[in-house]
């Protein structure tokens, strides 16, 4: 549905995205996910056809971001981070705006309108001035926009940003909802845990450069380190805890890590409850014992430091 080939955007001396390779398929929703800068925007753009590449290839639905433009435009719904507000205009009237501009035919636009506006919760505000709805409104409206076109594909640009946690929540179940309708989706973000639920595929970018592409669960897994048990015991026991610990057979090492005593165990033992069983049999109550979890925030913080190739 998107691929990118050695896609380059340089702005003079500086090379925003550098030799980009992405692929994304049809159904995907993709978390463009790196820190401020790297150059995700830019790509999203790129993708929109409102910039074109320096070097390098896109192709968005087949068709080239170089001289198909207008095909992709068709197909291909953007919501930039950050877009007016204008004044004096009515939520439905805003909508009809654009409704005309996309060439949605006069009899199909009042459905279509309504449609958008059902979809995104915002029919009750329709004859609301845009300039008075809530930050979180307006993003929906937002999105209402960009679906007017039914298109195939869409690139939202940080799309819950600003969002207080209620709304983040409402605008995540809205994206669920558009998967579930079948859309390819790109979602650019910093926040990297609201993503790991609606997405099933993740690229991490840095400095135009992709660290990592490839399936969320896959990322996670990758970056477990395998025989890591982490438990919890009361701050006076910590140390004796961690002595005990170190002096089983199969304990490589054992540290204490934040509030947590943390063992690393050979790799061939299956069976970690042997951590558990030493400490309870000493005495030492226990109000965690868990494998090392990795989210997808420790995975951007570990790729984007080069730790993982
Ligand atoms: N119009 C421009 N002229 C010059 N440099 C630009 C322009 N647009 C972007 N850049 C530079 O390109 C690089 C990538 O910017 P981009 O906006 O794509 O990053 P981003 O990943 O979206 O960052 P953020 O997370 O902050 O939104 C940055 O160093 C930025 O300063
Ligand atoms: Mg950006």
Redo the contacts with the bound molecule.
Sequence with gaps: MIETRGLT?T??E?T??DHLDLSIEKGDIFAFI????????????ILATLLRPTTGQAYVCGYSVIGQARHIRRKVGYMP?FFGVYQDMTVNEYLEFFAALYKIPPKERRRMVGDVLDLTDLSYKKAADVSSLSRGMQQRLGLARVLLHDPEVLLL??PASGLDPRARVEMRELLKELRNMGKTIVI?S?ILVELAELCNKVGI?ER?KLVYSGGIDEVLEKLRRPGIVQVRVPNDERERARALLEDIDVVKTAVLRDDLVEVELDAEVTDPSIVARVLLNAGVPLSLFRQEEVDLEDAFLRLTKGQVA
Excluded: F, I
């Design positions: 955007k702005y003079g500086m925003a995205v790196g820190p401020n800068g790297a150059g995700k925007s830019t790509t999203m753009k981070d640009d940080e650019s910093h970018v135009g």
